[in-house]
Each structure stands twice: as C-alpha cells, then as structure tokens.
C-alpha cells in the first residue's frame, strides 16, 4: 500500500526556505519598536476550544503550510522564509489583539496561533500572506480540528485544502512577478488628512466592532446599486469628512480625504497563490473643493474602482513595484542599506496617501458540515504605523463584521461612523474590548 503523506512529511524532510514576495519585503524594512505589521483572522466556535485537540490538528496541518508556519530570516541582500521545523506552539490571548511582533519572535515564527474559550485566532506578520492566504490556513485548521474531535467528514472546498496532500508548487508562486508588465503606474499620490488623538499607555489597541445583518446592508447596497465594499467604504469617508470639517476649520487648510481598499488579486489575475497577492486603489475626495453628500461619495468610489480594478490597470500598478526590485543597483546593495532605503520611502511616501485602510475579505463560506460548529469569524488589522486606525471586514451567515483598530483613546472615527450608519437608517451592535466604551 501507498504510504500516505502524512507519514512521511515529517519523516527527514529538508526544510523549505523561500524569498520574499514582492509586496512582503517592505514589511521587515518598515517595522519600527512600536509598531509591526501584524493582523488577525480568527473563528469563534460554539463550544470551548479543547486544546489537546486543536495541538493535534495543528501537528497535522502546519507542515501542509509551511509558506505561512514559517520563520523570518536573514539574508546578505534580501529576508527570506524558512518553514517551521515543529508545529507552532498554542498561545495565551493577551489583554488586547495584536501585540507586536519583534524581530526574536519573527526569527523563531512569523505565526501565532491563539485558543481562547471559543475562539481560535491567527496572527500573522504579513510578509509571510494577505488576509486571503491566512482564511486558507485558519479554515483548514479549523476543519481538521472538527475532524479530529467530532468524526465528521468535512469535504476540501472553500479553501479548505487536504492535510494528506503534498502542497502544490503554485501555491508559493511570487505572482507579482509573473504577471508583471512592460508599462510602469505613477507613484505620486497625494497627502491624506491624518486624524489624531491621545496615544494608548504601553501599546494597547482598542477593538471595536460593528456588526450588521446582512439583509439590512444589502438592501441599502441595492438602492444605491453598489457593492458592500463600495457602500461601506462611502460611509468610512463621510465619517471621516466630518471629522476633519470639526477640527479643520479653514476649508482651504483641508488636505483630501483617501480610504485605501485592498484588492484580492487572484481571481482577477488567476493565481494558486498562498503568498500575498493584493494591491489596492485609493477613492479620493478634494474637500477644499466644499462637502459632499453620500451620493457624490460614493460615485467617486465606483468611478475610481470601475477604472483601477481590471487586469490592465493592475499588471501597471504591480510592475512599478517588480521593476523597482529589479534594477541592478537594489539587486546588489547589502540588506542593511536596503532597509534604510525602504523605511525611508514607506515613511516619506506609504501610509500618509490614505486616512486608512478598509479590507473586505469578503463572505467567509465553509462545507455545510462545519457551519454548525462555527458561530462567526473576524478580521482584525493592525494600526498603521504612523495613524491611529485600520478597519477590517467579512460577512459569515447572515451578518457583517467590521472591526476597527485603534490606538489612541478617544473613538472618535467609530463615533462618526456609527452616526453616518444611523444617518443612512442602519443600526448596527457594537462590541468592544474596552470596559464602558
């Protein structure tokens, strides 16, 4: 009889190392001592989490991943991964998501996977995926944890891959090179409006989320003939256009206001990638032009998504970014100058062209034999590096969940969002990590 993978995967095997992705080598550059690139999926089930289980599933599914169970480490010229020679370790949940990630842990695993009561989280630096690649992993896990302790047999689609099989080539494709073009993008943007506020003691963040029944939003989606990204990120930017109109008083001092919306390339592009594969368009509003109602915000968000998300338009944008890699003189400068460089333009350029992010990984869908286990899941980024916010969202069954980030103390984005929804007629539960907010 054929021996299975999973008895021989573990048997003398020689460590995967593997070079960056084209997106993934800015993120050890850009880290700083108080902040790192890290964000969350996570998966609250019905009943607690037995973790002799779930360390079971995690020996069985980790090394079918090893692009995401992976480690970060040191070249002469270029950060490279190496996959993880045991399984990751179950972690504690601390006092608040996203603890930042140094650069011991990173050199040991990039991935933290976290059993709390009912939930399983995974957090992720995100050289190593996008949200898209770590759903893969999270639903997979989640999957072989069901298997294990219920017996059910739950099939491989949905993005749940097999842990029995040997991990396909396509899956550690770079695809930013693959598909890059001959006719470089532009990269000047213009400055976004930042909101500030009062910096958290020792780092903590403040998670907010707002959750929405889905009949609710798609029926205001469908008056406006929108999608919910659209919708949503149109709501984002009235919040955020009210805020500035309260503390910037002299419309000509006003600076746009940009929300930067992560894009999944993979249908669009065809890719098996497990590596990150996004790249983004940012809607923008001139305000010193004067306000704007909901419509007009949101016929910019369509007219700027209908022209940036097609094949044509983002082959431009990727190629900008592969080319630069590529030139000679980046080849050969030594890593140390390398990251000085690149921290350099990630701070002079990279996250002051938008207010924020908004990520829609979209509606989370699983075998109907794991349904009745799962209760919800969640997307959490982390802060910027230089602003106080990020926004997360999915859809699972029948409701919406968008988690804001923050780390100052003051809500006011969640405030002024929350009053835009009660302004389109949508009320939304808020829950949140800090007591008697």
Same mark, same amino acid.
């Given at each position: 009889?054929?021996?299975?993978?999973?008895?021989?995967?573990?048997?003398?095997?020689?460590?995967?190392?593997?070079?960056?992705?084209?997106?993934?080598?800015?993120?050890?550059?850009?880290?700083?001592?108080?902040?790192?690139?890290?964000?969350?999926?996570?998966?609250?089930?019905?009943?607690?989490?037995?973790?002799?289980?779930?360390?079971? =599933?995690?020996?069985?599914?980790?090394?079918?991943?090893?692009?995401?169970?992976?480690?970060?480490?040191?070249?002469?010229?270029?950060?490279?991964?190496?996959?993880?020679?045991?399984?990751?370790?179950?972690?504690?949940?601390?006092?608040?998501?996203?603890?930042?990630?140094?650069?011991?842990?990173?050199?040991?695993?990039?991935?933290?996977?976290?059993?709390?009561?009912?939930?399983?989280?995974?957090?992720?630096?995100?050289?190593?995926?996008?949200?898209?690649?770590?759903?893969?992993?999270?639903?997979?896990?989640?999957?072989?944890?069901?298997?294990?302790?219920?017996?059910?047999?739950?099939?491989?689609?949905?993005?749940?891959?097999?842990?029995?099989?040997?991990?396909?080539?396509?899956?550690?494709?770079?695809?930013?090179?693959?598909?890059?073009?001959?006719?470089? =993008?532009?990269?000047?943007?213009?400055?976004?409006?930042?909101?500030?506020?009062?910096?958290?003691?020792?780092?903590?963040?403040?998670?907010?989320?707002?959750?929405?029944?889905?009949?609710?939003?798609?029926?205001?989606?469908?008056?406006?003939?929108?999608?919910?990204?659209?919708?949503?990120?149109?709501?984002?930017?009235?919040?955020?256009?009210?805020?500035?109109?309260?503390?910037?008083?002299?419309?000509?001092?006003?600076?746009?206001?940009?929300?930067?919306?992560?894009?999944?390339?993979?249908?669009?592009?065809?890719?098996?990638?497990?590596?990150?594969?996004?790249?983004?368009?940012?809607?923008?509003?001139?305000?010193?032009?004067?306000?704007?109602?909901?419509?007009?915000?949101?016929?910019?968000?369509?007219?700027?998504?209908?022209?940036?998300?097609?094949?044509?338009?983002?082959?431009?944008?990727?190629?900008?970014?592969?080319?630069?890699?590529?030139?000679? @003189?980046?080849?050969?400068?030594?890593?140390?100058?390398?990251?000085?460089?690149?921290?350099? @333009?990630?701070?002079?350029?990279?996250?002051?062209?938008?207010?924020?992010?908004?990520?829609?990984?979209?509606?989370?869908?699983?075998?109907?034999?794991?349904?009745?286990?799962?209760?919800?899941?969640?997307?959490?980024?982390?802060?910027?590096?230089?602003?106080?916010?990020?926004?997360?969202?999915?859809?699972?069954?029948?409701?919406?969940?968008?988690?804001?980030?923050?780390?100052?103390?003051?809500?006011?984005?969640?405030?002024?969002?929350?009053?835009?929804?009660?302004?389109?007629?949508?009320? =939304?539960?808020?829950?949140?990590?800090?007591?008697?907010?």
């Amino acid at each position: 009889m054929k021996k299975s993978y999973e008895k021989q995967k573990l048997k003398n095997r020689k460590l995967r190392w593997m070079r960056l992705d084209n997106a993934a080598k800015i993120y050890p550059a850009a880290r700083r001592q108080n902040w790192s690139n890290v964000y969350r999926v996570s998966v609250t089930f019905k009943e607690d989490i037995d973790k002799n289980i779930l360390e079971s =599933a995690i020996k069985k599914t980790y090394v079918r991943f090893p692009s995401i169970c992976a480690r970060l480490k040191k070249g002469l010229f270029w950060y490279y991964l190496e996959e993880l020679s045991s399984p990751p370790e179950i972690m504690q949940e601390n006092s608040y998501p996203l603890t930042r990630m140094d650069k011991n842990e990173t050199r040991k695993s990039a991935v933290r996977i976290i059993a709390y009561k009912k939930r399983l989280a995974v957090e992720i630096f995100h050289s190593l995926t996008d949200g898209n690649g770590a759903m893969v992993f999270l639903k997979t896990l989640a999957a072989e944890y069901f298997v294990q302790k219920y017996g059910v047999k739950i099939p491989d689609e949905f993005g749940i891959l097999s842990r029995d099989d040997k991990p396909d080539e396509s899956e550690f494709e770079d695809s930013f090179l693959k598909y890059k073009g001959n006719v470089k =993008a532009s990269r000047k943007e213009s400055i976004a409006w930042r909101l500030g506020g009062d910096n958290e003691p020792a780092g903590f963040l403040n998670n907010t989320c707002f959750k929405i029944p889905i009949s609710v939003l798609k029926e205001k989606v469908k008056e406006k003939n929108a999608s919910v990204t659209q919708y949503l990120c149109a709501v984002m930017m009235m919040a955020l256009q009210k805020l500035q109109k309260e503390r910037v008083k002299n419309v000509l001092k006003r600076k746009p206001i940009k929300v930067l919306v992560p894009v999944n390339l993979r249908k669009l592009l065809k890719s098996n990638t497990l590596r990150n594969f996004v790249y983004y368009t940012t809607p923008e509003m001139e305000t010193r032009l004067g306000e704007y109602d909901f419509d007009e915000i949101l016929k910019i968000i369509k007219c700027k998504m209908g022209q940036d998300i097609t094949q044509k338009q983002m082959i431009k944008k990727i190629t900008t970014n592969v080319q630069s890699e590529e030139t000679l @003189i980046v080849k050969l400068m030594p890593l140390f100058i390398k990251n000085i460089v690149m921290k350099a @333009i990630f701070d002079a350029v990279g996250e002051r062209t938008a207010c924020l992010s908004l990520s829609n990984l979209g509606k989370i869908e699983v075998p109907e034999s794991m349904r009745e286990f799962i209760e919800r899941f969640d997307f959490i980024l982390g802060v910027q590096a230089t602003a106080p916010y990020n926004c997360g969202v999915l859809s699972f069954n029948d409701t919406v969940y968008i988690n804001f980030i923050r780390n100052i103390k003051q809500p006011y984005l969640e405030k002024a969002f929350h009053d835009c929804l009660m302004d389109m007629g949508i009320v =939304a539960t808020v829950e949140s990590n800090r007591i008697g907010e």
